[in-house]
């Protein structure tokens, strides 16, 4: 479902699938001081505030050999991001691109991926540095850097 009543100057809309292909499972949730969009930095920094992943303990076992890393990389799902524009206008370029041109969290699958520094790692509470979500975002998968 597209939502043309909230479309900037030169964006467009298109009609979503009416239903998913793949399905996925969030492993656990991200915490972070932000607590709207607008207030999420646009791109993370490492020497950001510490922000917190919480693992569902189901996967507690998955995290073995992850402490020590200097930096993961993090995937995650941005759950407030509309998923209908095939073009955006960003308020801070001013032009109009195509939605795969761009780094917003605007897109049909609205997957998030960030290398952030691991800081430490206790149970299934990872503590890491460099996010740029809203708290409580899903997560969706850990890597090693």
């Not at 979503?16 to 969009?37: E, F, N």
């Not at 050999?65 to 960003?90: C, E, F, K, N, S």
């Not at 699958?109 to 809203?134: H, K």
Request: proline share 8%; hydrophobic share 35%.
């Amino acid at each position: 479902m597209s939502d043309d009543t909230l479309l900037r100057a030169g964006e467009v809309s298109t009609t979503l699938p009416c239903r998913t292909d793949a399905g996925l499972y969030y492993i656990g949730r991200i915490h972070t001081p932000w607590a709207t969009r607008e207030s999420c930095p646009r791109r993370g920094d490492s020497s950001g505030p510490d922000c917190v992943i919480e693992v569902d303990p189901r996967w507690a076992q998955a995290l073995q050999g992850l402490a020590g890393r200097p930096q993961i990389q993090v995937l995650y799902w941005m759950h407030q991001a509309r998923r209908d524009l095939v073009l955006q206008t960003p308020n801070h370029a001013g032009r109009t691109s195509g939605t795969f041109a761009l780094r917003s969290p605007i897109r049909p699958n609205p997957i998030a991926s960030s290398i952030v520094e691991l800081v430490a790692v206790e149970g299934t509470r990872l503590t890491v540095r460099g996010l740029d979500c809203v708290d409580g975002t899903p997560l969706l998968d850990i890597k090693p850097a």
